[in-house]
């Protein structure tokens, strides 16, 4: 501390002691918030440094220095700091020796230090050794080696290796320990975040969702530089526990629903528990299905097992298009049992959609099996065909072209050749399904019913564009629509691409 020059010696001592014991005053409590030193009145013995209040302080520990830096002759203080240099090289036996003879009234940092400690070391004695001890510096310098190895080096026993700095590091660091105690608190939150609504079995997606949600309620909670430390500890836990025994199967069903089952091998047969209304071949029967993840599941096994119930003593045929897709046309009745006031009689069509739409053909050699003379003066003969769509649910209706549903009543019949329209229509895969629901829900074009005179037989062609992928459906020459019969065109469930993808 540099002093103004002062006129008057006893003004200049009064100055060096009033700004001296400020300084010390000051200084004390920097010890005091920093926590080196204990409470007042407290025999805390693990306190980093020791200090007495500055009015209890047999000696004052300001240095004043004058105009050129050197430590003023006035200071009262600073009368053996020599001598200490000598008592602090005495501390350790491998240190130089300082043995220059010191004089009482040399103002000088050694004698400063010298008589400080002198009195830091008599008050611990006096206080019956509660205050620290001062260990000879070979002694602490031996210590800290073995704990350096020890801690930081396996193979002299340590098994602390890996962690052992970082905690040293936090023991002595106030906000890694503050960071420390947060995270601690804030980990059993995030970590029964991940376990909240969990099922016994869960994907993949789902694990991940549940961990990035636990992340963000630990990021929210933690603080400071151990939140990376306790994150990485959630991540492996998280996967521990998703790991033992509790992974789901990860296959997905032709229509996107994930199976529920534990993982397992194929011998198993997949499930997701989810079930849908669905008509047999020839329509006249309603079951519930599994979800299919299977294309044999979805477009045959389904209808065989109804098949022995319903469809099994009617004429059939089995077809199949580009990679397997099973389809079938069959013959429920003769033309003649289609009434127009009252539509299709099966199970599951919404009022007022059950009704076919009339079309009328032309004579033409191409399709009249009679001679062409038979056909002079005659007009056209008319046809019945439906385009029956199906929903999840079981619902069934017929639509037009552009997917509008059929609404037709006996006082109220469909208009005249509307079903040529639809005929020369392409008609879409998919529209909503008319029923009143919250949740619409999609109807899939699955069955086409034709009714055609006597004297009528038609040939079986069908283009399915799916995916911008045009699928064929074409029956061999042998497979035709017999005249005078009601025959079923029953469609794919599932289509796929290319690539065997639904």
């Known amino acids: 501390m540099h002093l103004p020059p002062k006129k008057g010696r006893q003004g200049f001592n009064q100055q060096c002691k009033r700004l001296g014991l400020e300084m010390e005053t000051q200084i004390f409590h ?29 000696e004052p520990f300001v ?48 004698s400063f230090l010298k008589r400080n400690v002198k009195n830091l070391r008599s008050q611990v004695t006096q206080e019956k050794g509660d205050g620290p001890q001062l260990a000879p510096l070979g002694e602490w310098y031996s210590a800290a080696i073995l704990l350096y190895h020890f801690y930081c080096h396996a193979d002299n026993g340590g098994n602390l290796s890996e962690h052992g700095p970082a905690k040293i590091v936090m023991q002595l660091d106030p906000e890694g320990q503050y960071s420390e105690n947060r995270c601690q608190k804030a980990y059993p939150v995030a970590s029964a975040a991940y376990m909240d609504s969990l ?15 636990a992340l963000h309620i630990l990021r929210s909670r933690a603080k400071g530089p151990a939140f990376s430390t306790y994150a990485a500890k959630l991540r492996e836990d998280c996967e521990a526990i998703w790991s033992d025994g509790r992974k789901g199967c990860e296959s997905i069903s032709l229509t996107g629903n994930a199976c529920v089952l534990p993982l397992h091998d194929s011998t198993r047969i997949h499930s997701n528990r989810l079930r849908m209304r669905s008509a047999c071949s020839c329509g006249r029967s309603i079951s519930y299905r599994s979800d299919p993840f299977t294309l044999e599941s979805a477009n045959h096994e389904f209808y065989m097992s109804l098949a022995d119930k ?19 046309i069959c013959n429920i009745g003769p033309a003649s049992s289609y009434q ?36 002079r003066g005659k007009r056209s003969v008319r046809c019945y065909v439906g385009y029956e769509y199906e929903c999840s649910k079981g619902h069934r209706f017929y639509c037009c072209a552009g ?4 609404k037709g009543s006996p006082a109220n019949m469909v208009k005249e050749n509307s079903g040529g329209n639809n005929v020369m229509s392409d008609m879409i895969l998919y529209t909503t399904c008319p029923s009143h629901t919250n949740k619409p829900l999609l109807g899939q074009l699955m069955r086409i019913v034709v009714c055609s005179p006597e ?18 459906l074409t029956a061999p020459d042998n497979v035709q629509i017999p005249g005078g019969k009601m025959t079923v065109i029953r469609l794919p469930y599932v289509y796929c691409d290319e690539a065997d993808n639904p």
């Open 30 to 58: 920097i010890f005091r918030k920093c926590r080196l030193l204990p409470k007042q009145n407290s025999r805390v013995t693990q306190d980093l440094a020791h200090l007495p209040p500055p009015n209890e302080l047999r």
């Open 63 to 110: 240095l004043f220095l004058d105009g050129k830096g050197r430590p003023s002759s006035e200071s009262p203080t600073f009368k053996h700091v020599d001598t200490a240099l000598y008592y602090i090289s005495q501390l350790s036996a491998t240190a130089p020796q300082y043995t220059q003879d010191v004089k009482e009234d040399t103002m000088t940092l050694g």
């Open 199 to 213: 099922p016994s079995h869960y994907t993949h997606a789902i694990h991940q969702r549940q961990l990035q949600h």
């Open 310 to 328: 319903c469809c099994s003593t009617l004429p059939q045929h089995r077809l199949f298009g580009r990679n397997q897709l099973s389809w079938m």
């Open 340 to 375: 127009t006031t009252m539509g299709i009689e099966q199970p599951g069509f919404l009022l007022g959609a059950q009704y076919l739409l009339p079309w009328d053909l032309p004579p033409d050699e191409a399709w009249a099996p009679e001679p062409k003379n038979a056909w």
């Open 403 to 406: 997917g509008v549903p059929v």
């Open 455 to 472: 004297q009528v037989s038609l040939s079986v062609c069908l283009n399915v564009s799916y995916r911008n992928i045009l699928i064929s």
